[in-house]
């Protein structure tokens, strides 16, 4: 159901089960990963090429957020340039900060002949990942989002005109047409680093934020939609895991089967997390987890370090099996906690300069 409201009754950053859906991406990330190198992560169930669909969930979620952020702002505020001077300098510090930090100390330790280390970047790969040309390992994901940043504002402001449904919904298939035609997903590359192919996943996000505040999430009726939408999302995501996939349908199908499926990641996982926000407060508590939660936020600095962190379990250390995994999880969490008190948390009460001495009072 749709009501016309403005806004939703609380923050979208402040809601404790949005943190809990990043710590479920970036837990898919670090067990495919960790599936891979051989580690035991769920016995009788490869977690191997999951990865991707945690990366894809991280796409939703900030195609979701910032929609929504921007769509709640009054109309005089899209008409403020410090509202676009606050974006673009929040963008910028959400990502380089920690980012620059892994390019310089993967520069530094490459120039030391260190070999172990999974990102190897002379001068000239450390300015091609400086300029988002490059994206070795798992470092491609960061072009792609900082690329849909640009796009943003042109999303938001489209489904803000829409109004309606009428329009909304003609919007979104007119953006997936468009992304299709231009990037088709049969075209796309392993880790490539240009936006078009991931457009349907932030084009769903948009949709999912514009959904999300008009949707009336108190009634009865619409609280058992969003289990019913839950349930139809969280069985497709299960069944596309590619080890399940391989049970259910096709016993040749690799690891990458569903590696270019963005339009379907984009509905479901838009889908989950509308159900998860707006169901009721069962669908909600899982996500609200407390340690689901803690890994949500320290979850981009989780996302840059686990790879490190993998490499010298396995390497100079040499674990193996569990032990290796429990290492894994343990090196990944310290090192994800120092990172984002040092090199994260000092960034994101930072507002644009001019915005915040127009709020002094005078």
């Known amino acids: 159901m749709f009501s016309p409201l403005a806004a939703s009754t609380a923050?979208?950053?402040?809601?404790?089960?949005?943190?809990?859906l990043r710590g479920l991406a970036v837990l898919l990330v670090l067990a495919s990963h960790a599936a891979n190198a051989g580690l035991p992560v769920l016995?009788?169930?490869?977690?191997?090429?999951t990865g991707k669909s945690g990366v894809y969930l991280f796409f939703v979620l900030s195609g979701y957020l910032l929609t929504r952020i921007l769509l709640a702002k009054p109309a005089a505020a899209w008409r403020q340039g410090h509202t676009w001077a606050d974006y673009a300098w929040r963008?910028?510090?959400?990502?380089?900060?920690?980012?620059?930090?892994v390019l310089l100390a993967s520069a530094a330790l490459t120039a030391l002949g260190v070999t172990w280390w999974p990102f190897a970047l002379d001068g000239a790969a450390l300015v091609r990942h400086l300029m988002l040309q490059e994206g070795?390992?798992?470092?491609w994901s960061i072009p792609v989002e900082f690329k849909y940043y640009l796009w943003l504002p042109l999303v938001a402001l489209g489904f803000r005109l829409a109004g309606g449904p009428w329009l909304a919904l003609p919007l979104l298939a007119l953006l997936l047409a468009f992304a299709a035609w231009l990037w088709?997903?049969?075209?796309?590359?392993v880790n490539d680093i240009r936006l078009g192919p991931y457009l349907p996943l932030f084009f769903?996000?948009?949709?999912?934020?514009?959904?999300?505040?008009?949707?009336?999430?108190?009634?009865?009726?619409?609280?058992r939609r969003a289990v019913l939408l839950g349930a139809l999302a969280g069985i497709s995501l299960v069944a596309t895991v590619p080890s399940v996939w391989r049970l259910l349908f096709d016993d040749a199908a690799g690891n990458d089967v569903n590696h270019r499926w963005f339009l379907f990641f984009g509905v479901a996982w838009s889908a989950l997390l509308l159900a998860v926000l707006h169901g009721p407060a069962r669908l909600r508590r899982p996500f609200e987890?407390?340690?689901l939660r803690w890994s949500g936020r320290v979850s981009f600095s989780a996302y840059l370090w686990h790879m490190?962190?993998?490499?010298?379990v396995l390497g100079p250390l040499a674990l193996q099996g569990a032990v290796a995994l429990l290492a894994l999880l343990a090196g990944t969490a310290l090192a994800s906690w120092l990172s984002y008190r040092l090199f994260e948390a000092p960034f994101q009460g930072l507002r644009w300069p001019p915005l915040l001495q127009s709020r002094v009072p005078r």
Do not use: K, N
């Open 11 to 20: 923050p979208a950053s402040h809601l404790p089960a949005l943190d809990g």
């Open 43 to 49: 016995p009788g169930l490869s977690l191997s090429g």
């Open 91 to 101: 963008r910028v510090l959400r990502i380089w900060p920690v980012y620059l930090v």
């Open 136 to 139: 070795m390992s798992v470092l």
């Open 184 to 189: 088709p997903a049969g075209a796309s590359l």
């Open 204 to 223: 769903c996000g948009a949709f999912a934020a514009w959904v999300s505040l008009r949707w009336q999430s108190v009634a009865v009726t619409g609280q």
């Open 289 to 291: 987890w407390a340690a």
């Open 308 to 312: 490190p962190v993998l490499a010298y």
